[in-house]
């Protein structure tokens, strides 16, 4: 069934192992499980890198395994109903993806493409048969792995639901900005992404986006440049949201 068809070959990484996997046991699935555990996942994980705009899965494929992000970003593509697949999410570190077609055995219902230069660990669906079939505990927290994938559909759907459109925008940054890959001045950032892309993200046209973000920038809570967004007061987006 081809499953590999879309993954990048192994690559020279752009961080160190040893790096690599500070960041994905730093938040997310992985980071709260046991040691035990962790040390079993990433000893069968294989760390690839993804130029801008590398498909690693795309809808319809079959297994494949599962990924964690260890630095930059992949977007969730989710399919329309008559129209092309359209962007959802930002995956960035210490999130895991792909596990729901691997532990299922379902064709794949999203596509997961990298927005930045990105880095991940890849485990092949043979070594979570693996890992799960070699204790109990260990297929348990596999199966954790699932309740973070509904909490980032959760929090999308919730931001969608916002009628306000510049509350949504504001609600969709906080949602995508990277909160522990943190800028030099400590200041969470959205890179890679074009103002259409935001637009995607919030359900929004591109000109309210852009008009959006200039008035957040005037109000000092923000600073736009090219394909990068600091958020500077996130409470007080937090603040315009409700």
Known sequence: MGQDKNLIEPAKPQLDVTEAKR??????WLAEQDKAFQAVVLERATLRTFAVGSRVFEVG?????IFGVAGGAF??????RGGEDRLAHIC??????????????????????????????HVPLVALDQIAASDPRYHRALIKVA?????????TVSDLLIT???????????RIASTHDVGQEGTAVISGLTQEQIGELANAARDV??????????????????????????????????
């Open 209 to 242: 986006v852009n008009r959006t973000l200039k008035q957040f920038a005037s109000r000092g809570w923000i600073e736009v440049a090219y394909k990068r967004i600091r958020l500077l007061e996130p409470a007080a987006l937090e603040a315009f949201c409700s």
């Open 92 to 121: 960035r570190s210490g999130v895991w993806f792909g596990y729901d077609a691997s532990l299922s055995r379902r064709h794949r219902n999203l596509a997961f493409v990298a927005v930045e230069p990105s880095i991940a660990f």
């Open 23 to 28: 960041a994905v046991l730093r938040c997310g």
């Open 164 to 174: 306000n459109v510049q509350q949504r925008i504001a609600s969709t940054l906080l």
């Open 75 to 80: 977007g969730i593509k989710v399919p329309r």
């Open 61 to 65: 494929d079959f297994r494949g395994g």
């Open 147 to 155: 309740s973070h994938g509904m909490d980032i559909a959760i929090a």
